[in-house]
């Protein structure tokens, strides 16, 4: 079975910072995909970013850049100049390729960006 | 391009009552998964459906059953409601291509209130 661990129960920066939030999976799959989600109050579960594990090059979305670490198991999210709008659940998320077992979340980091 | 959606938003019933939540896939999407988000839980993998059948299910008990319809919606039914089941629940939609990537993208949720 595969495990998805958010050690940061909740982080909070001041706008204009730049935060990392930590995550750790653990799996004895080759084919996988890892996925940062991010949940607003207005609950819509949105795709931040996905790393392909097979992908050495870490994957970055503009201001959101992840630093994946395979053989550490390691798949953490930078997000850069943080907007007022980044405040949300965060979620870290595993899918072995193809998605039958759907996807392992961990618990979430809930962000919070300060004026 | 309409996203997934889900009804009803809200939703309340007792203890021993069924519950029936509807999504209704991105046009073009073939896969459902269903997820349920309580609280202290985080988001578990409920059941995936491909092209009007049930192909995978996560750790849950019986009592937790849907279906796909040929128009790739889906239903998920409850029976034998506990309080435990109180919980957001996520739709999320793809197009199933075998074991690659295919995204997962998630409706706004119903969230099931069990008094």
């Known amino acids: 079975a595969q495990t998805v661990t958010q050690s940061q129960p909740e982080m909070s920066v001041q706008e204009a910072e730049t935060v990392t939030l930590s995550c750790t999976y653990d799996?004895?799959?080759?084919?996988?995909?890892l996925f940062w989600y991010k949940q607003p109050p207005s609950r819509q579960m949105i795709l931040v970013i996905r790393?392909?594990?097979?992908?050495?090059q870490n994957a970055t979305e503009n201001r959101f850049s992840v630093n994946f670490q395979k053989a550490a198991k390691s798949f953490s999210l930078k997000i850069s100049d943080s907007q007022l709008g980044d405040t949300a659940m965060y979620f870290c998320?595993?899918?072995?390729?193809?998605?039958?077992?759907?996807?392992?979340f961990g618990k979430g980091t809930h962000l919070i960006i300060q004026p | 391009e309409a996203g997934v959606t889900q009804s009803p938003t809200h939703l309340i019933k007792t203890r021993g009552q069924q519950a029936t939540l509807r999504c209704s896939p991105i046009?073009?999407?073939?896969?459902v998964y269903w997820y349920q988000q309580a609280l202290g839980l985080g988001l578990q993998f409920l059941l995936w459906?491909?092209?009007?059948?049930?192909?995978n299910r996560g750790n849950f008990p019986p009592r937790f059953s849907g279906r796909q319809f040929p128009n790739y919606s889906s239903e998920l039914n409850v029976n034998a409601l506990e309080l435990e089941d109180s919980a957001l629940y996520l739709c999320?939609?793809?197009?199933?291509?075998?074991?690659?990537?295919?995204?997962?993208?998630f409706g706004p949720g119903t969230r099931l209130t069990v008094l």
């Open positions: 999320a939609s793809s197009l199933f291509r075998g074991r690659v990537y295919n995204e997962q993208f």
């Open positions: 799996t004895s799959e080759n084919n996988y995909y």
């Open positions: 790393q392909e594990a097979y992908k050495q």
């Open positions: 998320a595993f899918m072995i390729g193809g998605g039958a077992d759907g996807l392992t």
């Open positions: 046009s073009g999407h073939t896969s």
């Open positions: 459906y491909d092209e009007g059948e049930e192909r």
